[in-house]
């Protein structure tokens, strides 16, 4: 079993910055791959960026120069530092786990329950 678990959301202003945090525990040998993405209201879900165990990460081009994904040592935590957040960033971001090559072809195995940001003024 693997569990999946986001924290971090919040209200936050234009401009401001927020820091999510996603912890994978539970029988994880299998994962090599953890990403962000996030489902705004009446919108589709949407990735947002991704890091693998080895340290290779990519970001959607909505967000580049403002969000960066990183990790823990572990591998097992991963962060999203969001700066400069629009109104458009207002969203449910869910944390997904799972092997690459697998992602890329089924999608992610795993998934936590997500956490609510909400960017207004």
């Known amino acids: 079993q693997v569990q999946v678990v986001e924290s971090g959301g919040g209200s936050v202003q234009p401009g401001g910055s927020l820091r999510l945090t996603c912890v994978v525990s539970?029988?994880?040998?299998?994962?090599?791959?953890i990403s962000w993405h996030r489902q705004a209201a009446g919108k589709q879900r949407e990735f947002v960026a991704a890091?693998?165990?080895?340290?290779?990460?990519n970001v959607v081009n909505s967000v580049k120069g403002r969000f960066a994904i990183s990790k823990n040592n572990a591998g097992n935590t991963v962060y999203l530092q969001m700066n400069n957040l629009k109104t458009e960033d207002t969203a449910v971001y869910y944390c997904?786990?799972?092997?690459?090559?697998?992602?890329?072809?089924?999608?992610?195995?795993?998934w936590g329950q997500g956490t609510r940001v909400t960017v207004s003024s």
């Open positions: 890091i693998t165990s080895r340290g290779s990460s």
């Open positions: 997904a786990a799972g092997d690459s090559m697998k992602a890329m072809l089924f999608g992610y195995e795993y």
């Open positions: 539970g029988s994880i040998g299998s994962i090599n791959d």
